[in-house]
């Protein structure tokens, strides 16, 4: 099959070679942002005369057929054509005939590449946005919905304070908001278009990019073109949000795994977002929370070989850079894919608020309580914590906790002891004194509620703003 590139060769490609550096098995991916791009080119080459009016018509009622036809599923992609953009051109071709040769005036697959991959990312924030609102309106109505449900608070996964259940939740929705606030700090460094850079020193064509950056809804162009094809920061920086999120989905899952063991009980996976065994007829696997836990290693891996992949490389585009997109897409996948299952996990959980209680009044999880209480009337909290220190040691041998101390048990450790105590060590009260912004006590969690209601509000706004301002308008 002779190349697209071919007038320089006189013997065909070796097979397997050929396959070896083609990228369409992956690449077809971008065929509807191909299409777009290239519908944006050849407007532009319309208008500043470099093809003729009837030229450029003719090339972009071409590829709107194309696309249908890639809609319709009727496209056949073919190693021999490497990749996307001359699969597209070959089949522009057999559209339009050899006026399709005029497509490519003023544009290398160097400056195409990286356009595509610029309005690829750049629609995959939106979805992630949409994802991950979605896992935090789960995680907010599960908080909802068990307001008073107090859990025990951990650190070295060893009881430390109780908190709100509730409390608990809203971690994650604050960690998935960052992540969120992450991806739309990024559309500033996406939304930068790399056509019109050429090969890598521009071109002698009078183009103009700024149009077609309207066009194709870019907020600018590159400045330098040997930047502009070179550049992969910004699917760096994808990745690094991708492998973010799927950190904090990670924790979650981890949690959710734990959380549903029978060692603690705090919650039910439904049926629909859990497994059994082949073997063993009792298992109720938590699977899909270990498998969200389980990709993010492939994410991490992805942002690795890309960050790999770019060292060292020398300006301008080298081939090596066909290596990002399947780290791209293979995150896009996985973070799509793990928040698609996150959130209906989530929004379906059972809760046992008993056993969360239970496991949150042992421990002597209101022991800082009791050092506070003391450290209240006037005792240097290092001595207060001493105090409480021997207090707990009395009731680990005595197999007993501190709210079951007598009164006098109590004022045999120190004298500030009063009948308070018992009142400033319950349970209740320990998780809703809390009441310092960002605390755990109830009427906090509430503000924190209304705060993150507002946050979510304003992304499902600039999601949706977004979404209208890319949508192609040709
Ligand atoms: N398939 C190539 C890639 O993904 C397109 C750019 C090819 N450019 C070139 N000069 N060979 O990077």
Redo the contacts with the bound molecule.
Sequence with gaps: MKKLWGGRFSDGADAFAESFGA?IHF?HILAPFDIEGSIAHATMLGEVGILTTGESSQIVDGLRRVKARWERGELEFRISD????MNIERYLTEEIGPVAGKLHTAR???D??ATDLHLFIRTQILLALEGISALQVALVGLAEGNKNAILPGYTHLQRAQPVLFAHHLLAYVSMLQRDSERFRDLWKRVNVLPLGAG?LAGTTFPINRERVAELLKFDGVYENSMDAVSDRDFALEYLNCCAMDMMHLSRLGEEVVLWSTGEFGFVELSDKFSTGSSIMPQKKNADFAELIRGKTGRVYGGLTALYTTLKGLPLA?N?D??E??ECVFDATDTVLGSLTVAAPMIATLTINADAMRAHASRGFTNATDAADYLAKKGLPFREAHEVVGKLVRHCVEKRTDLDSLSLDSFKSFSSLFDDDIFDAIALETVVNRRTTRGGTGLSAVEDQLKRMQEKLSETAEWTELHRRMIAPSC
């Design positions: 990228s690449d490497e990749d996307i953009h290398s697959r160097n195409q590449v090969a585009y081939k850079m066909q990002d997109k």
